[in-house]
């Protein structure tokens, strides 16, 4: 499994932007998609974004698209998310995920990923 480190969280008001950075243990090179999914109290995980082994291909959730930017850099093992005109809505706790060779509707699906962060906790003022 790979081993995940989120960080860039914190409390910002509504319309300014933050950075999420997923560091990975080893090399993400070899297959791996990596996707961010958020949960807030009281509600079910929701998917964010994703992206795909060869960074060629990128998903997002309606509620995130146009505001969000899912990016990854290989030769250092992190995966980015860019938020930006952020919500109060967006408040959740928010973790990145590694899953082979997982694309379209199945990089959307939490089930398909084998390994997962802590998470980085994201609170958003209005």
């Known amino acids: 499994q790979v081993q995940l480190v989120e960080s860039g969280g914190g409390l910002v008001q509504a319309g300014e932007s933050l950075r999420l950075s997923c560091t990975a243990s080893l090399s993400i090179f070899g297959g791996y998609t990596m996707g961010w999914f958020r949960q807030a109290p009281g509600k079910e995980r929701e998917f964010v974004a994703a992206i795909d082994w060869t960074g060629g291909s990128t998903y997002y959730a309606d509620s995130v698209k146009g505001r969000f930017t899912i990016s990854r850099d290989n030769a250092k093992n992190t995966v980015n998310l860019q938020m930006n005109s952020l919500r109060p809505e967006d408040t959740a706790h928010y973790y990145c995920?590694?899953?082979?060779?997982?694309?379209?509707?199945?990089?959307?699906?939490?089930?398909?990923?084998?390994?997962r962060g802590q998470g980085t906790q994201v609170t958003v003022s209005s």
């Open positions: 995920a590694a899953g082979r060779y997982l694309y379209g509707e199945r990089a959307r699906d939490f089930s398909g990923y084998d390994s």
